[in-house]
């Protein structure tokens, strides 16, 4: 039986307790086969009980695919690095970076970090088993640096590079 749910839960922080009550270990084990973690307002990884949230899942079904959709600016080394044991080959991580370094990043992503950024895909490049995707929306701050941010990311050792056109801020969509 296939089915898909949506949550529409504005500026609420949804715990472990929340995921428990919803996502029993039977309903993982026999039903579930992905999850989207992606946030509206906020990030994700931001959850004070993300990574328990991840262990409870893999625990009860190591094979569901968590598709975890994160900015990833502000989480320090060892926070990735136990993401990165959490995670496994079913997974995917993506990295929505949308510049070449700090400056044109912040100029979509305002406030990001791009060291920490940098810091966190390297781990999840190198420690973990997950799909790890560069996703970058094209603007026109960013659209004659796309070969430079390729390369990036297969120096980090990036799976893929996903490529968004968009036209906010004047960009050449189409050309």
């Not at 946030?39 to 975890?68: C, F, M, Q, R, W």
Request: glycine share 6%; charged share 25%.
């Amino acid at each position: 039986m296939e089915w898909l749910l949506l949550l529409k839960w504005i500026n609420k922080e949804l715990d472990l307790n929340f995921f428990k009550s919803l996502l029993t270990p039977d309903l993982l084990q026999k039903e579930v086969k992905r999850i989207t973690m992606c946030g509206d307002v906020g990030d994700p990884i931001y959850a004070s009980e993300y990574l328990d949230i991840l262990d409870y899942i893999k625990t009860n079904n190591d094979k569901i695919h968590v598709y975890t959709i994160t900015n990833g600016s502000y989480r320090k080394p060892e926070w990735w690095r136990d993401f990165a044991k959490v995670s496994n080959q079913y997974d995917t991580v993506n990295f929505s970076v949308d510049g070449y370094d700090n400056v044109s990043n912040n100029q979509y992503r305002v406030g990001s970090s791009w060291d920490s950024i940098m810091q966190g895909m390297n781990i999840m490049c190198q420690e973990s088993s997950a799909f790890v995707y560069w996703a970058a929306i094209v603007f026109n701050f960013n659209q004659d640096h796309l070969d430079k941010i390729r390369k990036q990311a297969r120096d980090l050792g990036c799976d893929g590079l996903q490529i968004t056109h968009s036209t906010k801020f004047g960009s050449k969509y189409g050309d």
